[in-house]
């Protein structure tokens, strides 16, 4: 009996050493709240705590990330989506606690749904042909998100039986819905480039995190067509530090939300460690800075994988960047909805870069981002007309939450525009400031 409650003593010391300590501080800073995070080294862990903030629609304006050892120190700058620090102690208690949670590799699983991934060659009306597809094996899409990069598009999509409201199932059934759609999405018949749909065995993986993965699976960041030039305003370059035994990261391009997310996503998915990171934003400009190694410790190696990182990274950046005109429908679900707007869409020469699709308490809240068949900026009055076909008061216009940032004083934007200049001193300088490192280090 002694010795078992000195095992359990002891399992309660692993635990509290083990367990993140996370202090929120609304009065250090005027412009933003400080969430700081220390916890032990693992890979993954910076990625599930900006993933929690993130997917609570904060944006965050200044990061700065340090490992010690074993032992990981961050701090992150925050606001909401109108450059607001948080107030509402819900939330606050909310960030606590999920922090502390997902160290214990807790996950949400998708209950009572069937998870489809897609990849394939991009098109013009390829949507509308999938939902017709789903429409018409009687499957109704609950949920799904699909994204479009490279003239290559990634999609998760949750079904449901359309008529008894169950998870589909049945294996014949299931192939035949995953034959369907490798049909549609094979359509301009690319040896090169062959579609793959399968059954989600992986359903506990960060949606958005996943669509990174099958675009990275899918190498859309080789692909080049003329029309799919880079975008001139993320540049991304990789240098070595030997002195220190680190690659040196710097991503430069507009800010927008989760974009720290999905760079760090991408770090972590090449089995990258961040050892030091900084994160600046000014105006609509980001400036993000990595001190990266391998997980077992070596820096980049050679010209190849450093050409490799660069354009990941800046195939990361570019995924999300949002082209085209977004619009919002919601209207009561219905069997065929999704395949009737995105038909519509298509006849009237509207292409879908990027698609969010929810259902709740019988309402379906679908976000779609639109392009003229060019890929140029859809014309107002094709989208007015467009919208009088659907129904005015279900799909409206909705412009793109622009990221508040406020001024800071003559020293912080000095800091900003230091990041591309300086390879190594602003992090290091920063990171001491914080008292996260020593000054020896």
């Not at 300590?21 to 400080?34: E, F, Y």
């Not at 032990?40 to 700065?64: C, F, M, W």
């Not at 994160?279 to 990266?292: C, G, K, M, P, V």
């Not at 622009?402 to 990171?431: F, I, M, P, Y």
Request: with cysteine.
């Amino acid at each position: 009996m002694a010795m078992k409650g000195y095992l359990d003593e002891y399992e309660k010391l692993v635990i509290r050493m083990n367990t993140p300590r996370v202090v929120i501080d609304n009065g250090v800073c005027s412009s933003a709240t400080i969430v700081k995070v220390d916890s032990p080294r693992g890979h993954g862990i910076l990625l599930e705590a900006v993933q929690i903030l993130t997917d609570l629609n904060l944006s965050i304006k200044k990061a700065y990330i340090s490992s010690d050892g074993r032992w990981n120190m961050d701090v992150f700058h925050v606001t909401d989506i109108n450059g607001n620090k948080l107030n509402d102690q819900s939330v606050l208690r909310y960030i606590e606690e999920s922090i502390e949670t997902v160290y214990y590799g807790e996950d949400i699983e998708v209950n009572g749904l069937t998870a489809l991934e897609l990849t394939g060659t991009d098109r013009i009306g390829l949507l509308s042909e999938m939902f017709a597809v789903l429409s018409d094996l009687n499957c109704d899409v609950v949920d799904a998100k699909l994204w479009t990069h490279n003239g290559r598009v990634a999609s998760i999509i949750y079904l449901k039986d359309c008529t008894s409201g169950s998870p589909i199932l049945d294996s014949h059934r299931i192939s035949k819905i995953e034959g369907r759609l490798k049909n549609v999405l094979n359509g301009d018949n690319n040896v090169n480039s062959p579609a793959k749909t399968c059954v989600s065995m992986d359903v506990m993986t960060h949606v958005e995190r996943r669509l990174h993965q099958l675009m990275f699976e899918d190498r859309d960041y080789e692909k080049r067509y003329k029309k799919h030039e880079r975008d001139p305003m993320v540049v991304v370059t990789v240098q070595n530090w030997a002195e220190r035994g680190y690659s040196v990261v710097n991503v430069h391009c507009r800010d927008r939300t989760k974009l720290l997310f999905d760079v760090v996503c991408t770090l972590t998915d090449m089995e990258y460690a961040v050892f030091h990171a900084t994160i600046n934003t000014s105006e609509d400009q980001a400036h993000l800075e990595f001190y990266i190694r391998h997980k077992d410790g070596s820096p980049i190696s050679s010209e190849a994988e450093r050409q490799r990182v660069i354009q990941c990274l800046e195939a990361a950046v570019e995924r999300r960047a949002s082209e085209g005109v977004r619009l919002e429908l919601r209207h009561p679900d219905k069997q065929g909805l999704l395949a009737k707007v995105t038909r519509t869409f298509r006849e009237n020469g509207l292409n879908v870069t990027r698609t969010e699709i929810s259902t709740s308490c019988g309402m379906a809240t679908n976000i779609f981002y639109v392009t003229d068949a060019n890929g140029d900026g859809a014309d107002s009055k094709l989208i007015e007309s467009v919208r009088e076909k659907i129904g005015l008061e279900w799909l409206r216009v909705k412009e793109m939450p622009s990221l508040n940032h406020k001024k800071g004083d003559g020293e912080e934007e000095q800091q900003t525009k230091a990041v591309l200049v300086s390879l190594g001193s602003l992090v290091w300088r920063n990171l001491v400031s914080f008292g996260l490192i020593k000054s020896c280090s």
